[in-house]
């Protein structure tokens, strides 16, 4: 089936700083991405979508410059969180669709815990 | 605009009972509906979904939902829980007539299964 990799699956980073966030299609072409966050024992929400080689959706109330959204490739979608605040501690996942079977993968989150 | 509702946020069952976890949705049109479990600092493991067909969906690890098109419901139901089926479960769902976007989730249920 098909299979979405996610790195890295925790990260600790200071205040200020950024992180990247990437996932993969390892054995489909995804052209489309869809990134959720998630707070603990809540909901996955919708951030964006992002579609190969054109500029990300973004969600009512998600900051576009906070979390920058790269789909350069077919097989690979990146999540930026620039100058990470404690605030931005969560659970990022993203998802991607196979439309030959209308079957959603997902990756196996990353876990960002700002300091 | 598509929303899910799970209306308990906790279900409790002992093993070898029969497990339900509610899920009613709302689209404008025709669902796609899925079902998710989540374990602990993971990604989503896909158990079932409803495309289209009988309304009686059988899926993973002995999991099954039905789709009531006038309740506008799709409970998961399993006839005899586990001790290992405690987790999050998340119901999920997609208009038929909005390819390529992403799925909404419902709040989760966290299931309980006590020996």
Known sequence: ?115 | AQSVAQPEDQVNVAEGNPLTVKCTYSVSGNPYLFWYVQYPNRGLQFLLKYITGDNLVKGSYGFEAEFNKSQTSFHLKKPSALVSDSALYFCAVRDMHQAGTALIFGKGTTLSVSS
């Open chain 1, 1 to 115: 089936g098909a299979v979405v990799s996610q790195h890295p699956s925790w990260v600790i980073c200071k205040s200020g700083t950024s992180v990247k966030i990437e996932c993969r299609s390892l054995d489909f072409q995804a052209t489309t991405m869809f990134w959720y966050r998630q707070f603990p024992k809540q909901s996955l929400m919708l951030m964006a979508t992002s579609n190969e080689g054109s500029k990300a959706t973004y969600e009512q109330g998600v900051e576009k410059d906070k979390f920058l959204i790269n789909h350069a490739s077919l097989t690979l979608s990146t999540l930026t969180v620039t100058s990470a605040h404690p605030e931005d501690s969560s659970f990022y996942i993203c998802s991607t669709q196979r439309t030959t079977n209308y079957g959603y993968t997902f990756g196996s989150g990353t876990r960002l815990t700002v300091v």
